[in-house]
């Protein structure tokens, strides 16, 4: 199964996906599953959103929830370190029909980025992203708090070796059988 919260995007992946794959429409940080599923990905920093912190973490519990006892779980985020190295503050590409501007920064534990997309007419569009920024062991952490045990830690999706020059960290989990998810 998948899961998001957008209408536009789950009809998307229809149009291109496996008609057989379950697409459900529902907030992560309450899920419509029991634990049912032997995996659970959660990939491209689509974490970290909400505003505060025990949003983040319900939803960290609801994934939890929703594994099989040793089921596994993966998390890719951002690299707190690298981020913090090597943020670009601006960023411009020129293209025929309009200019993509790409504006970040950081605000205490979130990277804050406003996207602005003007068109060749002038016309302007502007997405704006708050995501909070994890240490590697804080979201460990986590994920311990939420039943999960930390069985493996990689710097890319291809298994590269994590460190602190890494640009992301990728986090594998197993739940835990009998281990209930608390409140971190």
């Not at 899961?3 to 899920?31: I, K, N, Q, T, W």
């Not at 959103?49 to 994934?63: C, H, S, T, V």
């Not at 992203?129 to 890319?156: H, I, K, Q």
Request: net charge positive; aromatic share 8%; glycine share 10%.
């Amino acid at each position: 199964a998948g899961v998001d919260l957008s209408a536009e995007l789950l009809a998307r992946a229809r149009a291109r996906g496996d008609p057989a794959l379950r697409l459900v429409r529902a907030d992560m940080r309450r899920l419509p599953f029991g634990a049912a599923f032997d995996g659970v990905v959660n990939l491209f920093t689509s974490f970290g959103y909400f505003p505060a912190d025990r949003e983040n973490e319900a939803a960290l519990r609801e994934m939890a929830r929703a594994l099989v006892p040793g089921g596994r779980f993966v998390i890719a985020h951002m690299n707190k370190p690298w981020v913090l190295r090597t943020l670009v503050p601006r960023s411009e590409e020129r293209r025929a029909c309009g200019t993509l501007v790409q504006e970040r920064s950081i605000a205490g534990d979130r990277v804050l980025k406003r996207t602005t997309w003007i068109d060749a007419a002038g016309g302007r569009r502007e997405i704006f992203e708050s995501v909070r920024l994890y240490e590697p062991d804080e979201l460990a952490g986590l994920l311990a708090a939420c039943g999960l045990r930390v069985v493996d830690r990689w710097g890319s999706l291809g298994g590269d070796r994590y460190g602190d020059h890494s640009p992301r960290l990728v986090l594998a989990a197993r739940r835990v059988e009998g281990l209930p998810c608390v409140s971190p």
